[in-house]
């Protein structure tokens, strides 16, 4: 009877119009579009463990443990231990790392702040029973082998999406707000050199980052592919869609079902990339006893970022490339777009998968070499031809003026100043 008569409590409270729910408070503080998408899950996995009212979502059981908490003294207190002890079993079966419980905590923490209940617990007991967490991951990047062996997996997409994220750093979350309008190209006498890519456009997290030319050109093949196909591209399109019917099953001609494109949402493009790497052959799934895998699916394509970028770029611009906080270097370190994408530029051949885009840079910057020497070997020949036609001129002067002192008299032919 009390649940009931509390969730009725809640349904007058939300009629109201000056009513704003616990879960509204907590929502009102995430600010980020990628926190907005994880914290609601994280609260969630706490909110289960209380086991009432399964049935009902998210907004209704948050508006429970409100009023349990204010309600009856230390439940809310007592319902936090038990969940982190639950969930240090967890870590010591390396099931979860202890920083993702921290993580769980953080979020109980912030929900109990904007509804200014956390004065109900005494956090500082909640920290001493929590596991310490590791500095380091013990993951580690894919290596650029097994990255080539997923972009050769026949869906476009695959290619454009692996080598956006790598080159620029981006999280699975930017493709939330990623259109086409929001990739830049960037050329310099005549040649794609790099192109600016703008993550989270319109939110205040928004920042921007760069892309290689291989993942431009791969990003603009698969544009074109959807305009052969009937969709109708323009800066609003979104960069990455579903896959539609080619083909008529009877006819075998072209349709336009590519005209109505819908959006591939972040947890469909890791859900399909996780397992893209099954199908490609370079992980296979857990056995038994396993629980994480060398590397992760979809965040290793950041660490890949970092990690080579670290090898020729200054590290704050490799956090600002990233949206990590510089911390108090922020005050100091403020590049411009230029010397970002200057520093930049020396990570391309880092960045880059598909070896032809190394090589054919090599060849151009050969060939650049090679025209500057034949340039400069021409310039010399140039001028050694111009002394050479001076010298003559001044030898044709010179006897022109001999041969007007013979006529005058002025020189004789015997004279030994005669010279000819």
Known sequence: MYIVEVLNAFKEEKEGDESI??????????KSPEVRRQYPKLLKIFVDTIKFEL????????????????????????QIIRFVEHQKQRVERKEIAAGTLKNYVKVIKLFCQMNEIDNLVLWKKIKIGMPKVREQADDRAPTLDEIKKLTEYPDMRVKS???????SGIRIGA??????????????????????????AGEPEQYFSF??????????????????????????????RDIWQKTHQRYSHRIGLAAEPEQLK????????????????????LGNGQKRHEFKGVHGFRKFFETHC???????????????????????????????????????DLLTVNEEYRLSKKINELQEKNEEKDYVIKGKLHEK????????????????????????????????????
Do not use: C
Not at 56 to 76: G, N, P, T
Not at 176 to 200: C, F
Not at 266 to 285: C, E, H
């Open 21 to 30: 729910t616990p879960y509204a408070n907590f929502l009102y503080a995430l």
């Open 55 to 78: 049935d009902k979502d998210l907004e209704e059981r948050a508006y429970l443990l409100f009023q349990h908490a204010l309600s009856i003294k230390k439940w809310l207190e007592n």
């Open 161 to 167: 999406i692996v080598y956006t994220m790598i080159s």
């Open 175 to 200: 493709f939330e707000y990623l259109k086409w309008k929001h990739i830049i190209p960037i050329e310099r006498e005549g040649k794609i050199v790099a192109a600016k890519i703008i993550v989270y």
């Open 211 to 240: 892309i290689t030319p291989e993942a431009y050109n791969s990003l603009k093949e698969w544009i074109n592919y959807r305009a052969s196909y009937g969709e109708r591209i323009n800066g609003n399109s979104w960069l990455m």
């Open 266 to 285: 972040s947890t469909a493009i890791k859900n399909m990339i996780s397992s893209m790497w099954q199908v490609v052959g370079v992980r296979n799934q």
């Open 310 to 348: 670290q090898l020729v770029m200054n590290h704050n611009n490799i956090r600002m490339l990233m949206a990590h906080s510089l911390g108090e270097s922020g005050n100091y370190h403020r590049p411009t777009e230029t010397q970002l994408l200057e520093d930049y530029l020396k990570a391309v």
């Open 385 to 420: 031809d111009e002394q050479i036609n001076q010298l003559i001129k001044k030898q044709e002067k010179f006897e022109q003026l001999i041969h007007s002192l013979i006529e005058s008299g002025q020189l004789k032919p015997q004279s030994p100043n005669y010279m000819g």
